[in-house]
């Protein structure tokens, strides 16, 4: 069982950027599809992005797509998410996910690692306007 360990949230302006890491320990990340989800209080989950070992694609909703990149750092062991042109509306708890998932990258690989994948604890985003 991978275990996950979120960092680099924060307090950023309107305009700013940030990267999340996730680093994994238990298991090699270069088996694991991998992806991230965010919660506001008070609202759902929301899958944010995902990147399929499958076919190496990665995918992004369309409110983050051209401003967030996902990524993977095999020497590392880690998952990152660097955050650009951050919103008021990308306020929330940010969560990485990992699952030995054979599906093809796109929304419904990330369905299934909310669903049924590993999670971290969280970091905490904050945007200010």
């Known amino acids: 069982q991978v275990q996950l360990v979120e960092s680099g949230g924060g307090l950023v302006q309107a305009g700013g950027s940030l990267r999340l890491s996730c680093a994994a320990s238990?298991?090699?990340?270069?088996?694991?599809?991998v992806g991230w989800f965010r919660q506001a209080p008070g609202q759902e989950r929301e899958g944010v992005s995902c990147l399929s070992t499958i076919d190496d694609t990665e995918y992004y909703i369309p409110s983050v797509e051209g401003r967030f990149t996902i990524s993977r750092d095999s020497a590392a062991n880690t998952v990152h998410l660097q955050m650009n042109n951050l919103k008021p509306e990308d306020t929330a708890t940010y969560y990485c996910?990992?699952?030995?998932?054979?599906?093809?990258?796109?929304?419904?690989?990330?369905?299934?690692?909310?669903?049924?994948?590993?999670r971290g604890q969280g970091t905490q985003v904050t945007v200010s306007s």
């Open positions: 996910l990992a699952g030995m998932v054979g599906s093809p990258g796109g929304s419904r690989l990330l369905q299934l690692l909310m669903d049924y994948g590993s």
């Open positions: 238990g298991s090699t990340l270069d088996y694991y599809a």
